[in-house]
């Protein structure tokens, strides 16, 4: 026993702790000071406010969106810890990256008599994919493009009430709640291309109501709206429209979907006898699907993989051939996959030089402003 | 660690030993909380400035005690306790009273939202309010948290004792640590019977937090509720013998 103590003591005797306690290294809070004199304070916003304009220049800069232009371009879209960020600080600053740029430069050099082409991005959760999205739709808003944008397809196959029986095909399922509810925010983006764009063919909704060929799609819309039960059709009849009309070139289509994986994966949705609903047997989702085929051009497609809201994936996947599965893969390829990552130094730099300018780092021992 | 009273096989840890030598063996007392540790065991301290103080700069008394330390045995740091600069003992206390279950994850979570809503509250005050308001809004949610515990502890307490077969509620002076504990225990109390079943934890205590702050709000009417009672009690302060 006696041996046993002296063995843990040597052993403690050996590591002897004190030894780096009397390091009399410097503080460390000068070093810190030495620093900061040394590097320049980053700057974190730029004054540069349209999309076309950003460049490689303006890498990990924010710039500013206009709050009136938030409420028109982004009624649906943003995520909810950005609204409550713009909420907070009263103003909305996105920051430019890599991946953004990227998707940029190619959407401006489209070549609209081609199909269009699909651009996936993808990448770990919480890494800015979302709202590489939102800079995109934005760009695509003040260059006068139709947003056609469904903020979250997983939506649309979970933990939806008031499923119906569709009228239109009857092994299909409708959704009024969030066609309606998509409807109405399609209609604040878009209001002046509603007047514009004529229906091509003419529409029975029921015996009273019909929607003659040549009337505005705003009619169609108004339709949704005012009749819920048929708001999934009215959604299917406008996808088609401006699926057909893209190609006549009056208007450049943006389809941008966030969460595009839903589209090929399961629901969580049962019919009155507790047997799953396969996703095709949802008109939403069946009139995306054709959206989202490469067989129109006058436009282009922006699509996001998303864990987060997705059903029977695993938290770590990210990759598009796991998230889609095999039917989604083949369904898109061929697509131009965009991997988006976490910060790079200096855009946490500029993350962080942005909360200190509008003194969200409230903490004393935080960094000095 | 020399010759403990007990005499072991081989086999036995050290640690075995020196907890059967802490036990006093008294017939019909059993321990109920006990902790694996042996009365010379000391407490770690967990202060990044107290040692990275430079050798000249310590005094005599913290060269001895720190000489004394390298050859004494310490108990393991508890792993809610951190050596960050954000650490706060008021928080931890906090957060490990708002605890249920074990579940310290959703506890801490809990916190740090309620923080975060209390921040985002401030901060929309901020940009409503003119010039001359702006200075006096505060927007750090600790010194607000801090403050509201302080307003919300009682000076004077009330202790029920036992004279000639009846309880009398006595006005008693309270320990520092008792009164922290009655304005934490009153507010967590409050904001978890008192709310709507729909309303969340977080943004029901961010807003009792913020009354606190500003001296309104239930737990200092309960606070003044005491104080009262202490008051109106007053003629039974000399059953108090300490």
């Not at chain 2, 737990?219 to 039974?236: C, S, T, Y």
């Amino acid at each position: 026993m006696l041996r046993r103590m002296t063995k843990l003591l040597s052993g403690a005797r050996q590591l002897d702790p004190g030894r780096f306690l009397h390091r009399g290294s410097p503080a460390p809070q000068s070093l810190d000071a030495h620093l900061d004199d040394q590097r320049p304070r980053a700057v974190s916003c730029t004054s540069e406010d349209d999309p076309a304009r950003h460049g490689e220049q303006h890498a990990a800069l924010h710039y500013h969106i206009p709050l009136q232009d938030l409420k028109t371009v982004f009624p649906q879209g943003l995520p909810p810890r950005f609204i409550m960020q713009v909420k907070t600080f009263n103003e909305a600053c996105l920051m430019v990256r890599k991946p953004a740029l990227e998707l940029l430069h190619y959407l401006k050099n489209t070549n609209f008599a081609h199909p269009a082409v699909r651009y996936v991005l993808y990448g770990e959760k919480g890494t800015g994919k979302t709202l590489s999205l939102c800079h995109v739709v934005h760009f695509c808003a003040k260059q006068d493009w139709l947003i056609l944008h469904i903020p979250d397809a997983h939506l649309w196959v979970k933990n939806c009430r008031g499923l119906l029986q569709s009228s239109y095909n009857k092994q299909r399922f409708d959704q009024p709640v969030e066609a309606s509810m998509w409807l109405k925010n399609f209609k604040t983006a878009n209001e002046r291309f509603l007047s514009q764009i004529k229906v091509q063919e003419k529409y029975v909704w029921n015996k009273r109501e019909s929607t003659e060929k040549g009337s505005p799609l705003g009619a169609v819309v108004e339709q949704g709206l005012t009749r819920v039960r048929n708001a999934t059709d009215a959604v299917g009849i406008v996808l088609k429209e401006l699926k057909n009309q893209s190609c006549l070139g009056a208007f450049r289509l943006l389809v941008a979907v966030d969460g595009v994986n839903a589209l090929w994966g399961r629901t969580s949705l049962k019919r009155e006898d507790k047997s799953l609903i396969a996703p095709e047997e949802l008109a939403l989702v069946c009139s995306l699907r054709k959206m989202v085929r490469n067989d129109w051009h006058g436009g282009a497609i922006v699509l996001t993989l998303s864990q987060t809201g997705s059903l029977f994936k695993p938290r770590r996947a990210y990759l598009p051939q796991e998230l889609l599965g095999k039917e989604g893969f083949d369904a898109l390829d061929p697509f131009i996959p965009i991997l988006v990552s976490n910060y790079n130094p200096k855009e946490f730099e500029s993350c962080i030089q942005y909360y200190l300018e509008n003194k969200w780092l409230q903490h004393e021992k935080g960094p000095p402003t | 660690m020399a010759a403990p009273a007990v005499t072991a096989a081989g086999g036995w840890p050290v640690l075995a030993l020196s907890l059967r030598s802490a036990v006093r063996r008294l017939p019909g007392l059993t321990q109920v909380r006990w902790s694996r540790y042996g009365p010379e065991y000391k407490d770690p301290r967990i202060d990044k400035e107290y040692y990275r103080k430079p050798l000249a700069e310590l005094t005599e008394e913290e060269k001895y005690e720190q000489e004394l330390r390298k050859t004494q045995l310490i108990k393991a740091a508890p792993a809610a306790k951190t050596s960050s600069v954000f650490e706060d003992p008021v928080i931890s206390k906090f957060t490990n009273m708002m605890m249920k279950g074990g579940n310290k994850v959703l506890a801490r979570s809990l916190m740090m939202q309620t923080l975060e809503a209390v921040k985002r509250k401030q901060f929309e005050k901020y940009h409503a309010a003119s010039a001359e308001e702006q200075a006096t809004i505060e927007r750090n949610p600790y010194v607000i948290f801090h403050q509201a515990l302080q307003n919300c502890e009682p000076v004077i307490g009330l202790v029920p004792i036992l004279r000639g077969g009846h309880f009398y509620q006595v006005p008693v002076p309270l320990a520092d640590r008792r009164r922290r504990f009655l304005a934490m225990k009153w507010m967590i109390k409050e904001c978890r019977e008192k709310k709507h079943r729909r309303m969340l934890m977080p943004e029901k205590l961010s807003h009792e937090l913020l009354e606190a702050f500003h001296n309104q709000g239930p737990v200092i009417k309960k606070k003044h509720d005491m104080h009262k009672m202490a008051e109106a009690n007053r003629a039974l302060a000399h059953y108090r013998w300490w």
